[in-house]
């Protein structure tokens, strides 16, 4: 849970028990540290190994190739929890926006696209879970066409498996 703080915690950083106070982009935020309840699910576990793969994936990076992401992240923005526009770094950048793209069943992108683009969306309209695997039907990314992840080819409404290893 994110809090907006009052003013009275203007320039405060640090922690105290379960509560984080820092200054981000010229903004004072309180995090509250969370704690999971019930199981961890299966999809769950998918997601986090795959934000970490994109995550260890930007130290691959070149110097320029890295350079071209901060330069491409001066132009864009994100939404922050409480609906402000909120700055992103390069890293942020690459990573949201590659982790639609492999939740998408795309490849990961190295350089930073030529100009500012829109950091995709993923919708679905079917899921299907079971102990062995877990499918996805109908990705797209809004606001595009439809792209398929099946063996049918590119432009058709397809279908994600995940499959547990």
């Known amino acids: 849970m994110i809090a907006l703080p009052s003013i009275a915690f203007g ?8 509560v984080t106070a820092r200054q981000v982009g010229g903004r004072s935020i309180l995090s509250v540290r969370s704690w999971p309840t019930g199981q961890t ?21 070149t110097a320029e190739q890295m350079q071209a992401w901060e330069n491409l992240a001066q132009h864009a923005s994100g939404q922050s ?23 998408a069943g795309e490849s990961v992108i190295a350089d930073a696209p030529l100009g500012q683009v829109a950091v995709p969306n993923v919708e679905y309209d ?14 797209i990314h809004v606001g595009t066409e439809a792209v398929s992840t099946t063996a049918a080819g590119a432009g058709q409404s397809g279908a994600l498996t995940l499959v547990r290893c």
């Open 11 to 18: 320039g405060f950083s640090g922690s105290a028990k379960d």
């Open 41 to 61: 699910t299966s999809a769950q576990v998918v997601r986090r190994a795959s934000m970490s793969k994109i995550t260890k994936s930007y130290k691959t990076l």
């Open 81 to 103: 929890v409480f609906g402000q526009k909120a700055e992103l770094s390069g890293i942020n950048l690459y990573v949201r926006l590659n982790a639609n793209r492999v939740m």
């Open 126 to 139: 079917a899921i299907s879970v079971t102990p062995q695997l877990i499918v996805f039907g109908g990705i």
